[in-house]
């Protein structure tokens, strides 16, 4: 089968149209609430609450995706954010809203998104005979869209306000949900005898059964907190001091075509150790770190975000691929939505602290140490054994799922996993 088969097709189109509507939502809640003469704090609030209900919901949204099929709850998800940013589009085409009903939509807009989300890491190798190459092109498309997103709704704001804006992005929603409607090779949820809190202790077993994974996100917890999450605030900070917002904006896009040029790196290269291979592209967020802290030129400054964005990009589609092929299907939105959970948190708790701890101690301070556990971390990652030497899955593609009768309700060991564990 190949790569853009029909239902791949659908899957591209549905994720790289969603991913569009996403880099609009700041714009619109910006442009709208500040208009509005909400404050800053406003913005801050609604993104919040997006970012609560998302992250306090994503592991159920992993036992129904389970449960469920992750193709249904995806759709159902999409319905649901369609009306709720429908919605958005009419209050704020009404003039000022009420602040509580804009807070209450956007979080059901993140509920939504923990329904979505578990499902993106499930369906892919279903969908894709070569797993890899298919995580990269969506990496490639999703940084475009990602780019575009924000640059289409500032056009829009000037144009017709943020009413218009949600309206585009609901239609973002209505069409990722008709092309996720569309696909029929879909992976089938095994039915679970036990409850949705038996289901997510059986996640957490099976999360635990492989030191790799819980060995990554354990040490990415703390690279949330102290590198990904201050570097973007404090780039925000920085840049816009030193060189004005224009610039930041093209500093952003710069490191979007980083992230595309990860994208197409991953394409082409087939490291027999992923992680492996990814923890060395990671070293390259280093380099954006002293540029921020010291006062370089611009040039220098645009390389090391193009540099970092490339890294980043790169281990992301050998960190999802290695979790797509080395876990078995019945099992894999629950333990990727404790992924996402995990990373989300320390990712929102290292950009809350960044400003508190740069106006303690200093903002080079912050990112110069950031720029140390970063070296930390990738040496954890490089000498770690399991990490290290984990191979690559020998097939493109993962076995498909059981069928409902003989799903498995004990976590994977190294008889029942897929291979021995390392």
């Not at 319905?79 to 085409?93: E, P, Q, Y």
Request: hydrophobic letters at 55%; proline letters at 7%; charged letters at 10%.
């Amino acid at each position: 089968m190949p790569l853009w088969n029909r239902d791949f097709r659908h899957f591209f189109l549905a994720r790289t149209v969603a991913r569009f509507g996403d880099g609009m939502v700041p714009v619109a809640l910006a442009a709208g609430l500040l208009d509005a003469g909400y404050g800053a704090s406003s913005v801050s609030f609604a993104l919040g609450a997006w970012m609560f209900c998302f992250a306090g919901f994503v592991l159920f949204g992993g036992v129904l995706a389970d449960r469920f099929t992750p193709r249904r709850m995806m759709v159902l998800a999409d319905v649901a954010r369609l009306f709720g940013t429908v919605a958005l589009a009419a209050v704020f085409a009404g003039g000022a809203p009420a602040l509580w009903l804009v807070y209450a939509l956007s979080a059901l807009n993140g509920l939504g998104a923990a329904l979505f989300q578990p499902g993106v890491a499930s369906m892919l190798p279903v969908l894709s005979p070569d797993v890899q190459r298919g995580n990269a092109v969506l990496r490639v498309s999703e940084s475009l869209a990602t780019m575009a997103g924000p640059a289409a709704a500032g056009a829009l704001a000037g144009f017709g306000g943020p009413g218009t804006i949600f309206g585009v992005n609901a239609a973002t929603f209505g069409v990722s949900a008709l092309c996720l409607f569309l696909i029929r090779t879909a992976a089938t949820g095994p039915a679970h005898g036990h409850s949705m809190l038996g289901e997510l202790v059986g996640g957490w077993r099976e999360f635990r059964a492989r030191s790799w994974l819980w060995g990554v996100i354990a040490v990415w917890t703390v690279y949330g907190v102290t590198v990904l999450g201050p570097m973007v605030p404090l780039a925000a900070v920085v840049v816009t001091d030193r060189y004005g917002s224009t610039v930041f904006g093209l500093m952003m896009t710069v490191h979007g075509a980083g992230n595309v040029a990860g994208g197409l790196l991953a394409l082409r290269l087939r490291p027999a150790r992923p992680l492996f291979a990814g923890t060395l592209a990671l070293t390259g967020v280093i380099v954006n770190l002293p540029v921020l802290a010291y006062d370089v030129p611009a040039p220098l400054l645009a390389a090391g975000f193009f540099v970092s964005g490339t890294g980043l990009a790169f281990w992301l589609v050998m960190w999802s691929t290695t979790v797509q092929t080395k876990i078995p299907p019945e099992a894999l939105n629950r333990l990727h939505a404790y992924d996402v959970a995990g990373s989300l948190i320390m990712l929102a708790v290292g950009r809350a602290l960044a400003g508190p701890v740069a106006e303690a101690v200093g903002t080079r301070e912050v990112l110069m140490g950031g720029a140390v556990v970063n070296v930390l971390v990738c040496a954890t990652l490089l000498v770690a054994r399991p990490i290290r030497d984990l191979r690559a899955a020998p097939h493109a593609r993962p076995a498909p799922p059981p069928t409902r009768a003989s799903a498995p309700t004990r976590p994977a060991s190294a008889e029942t996993g897929r291979g021995p564990l390392p």
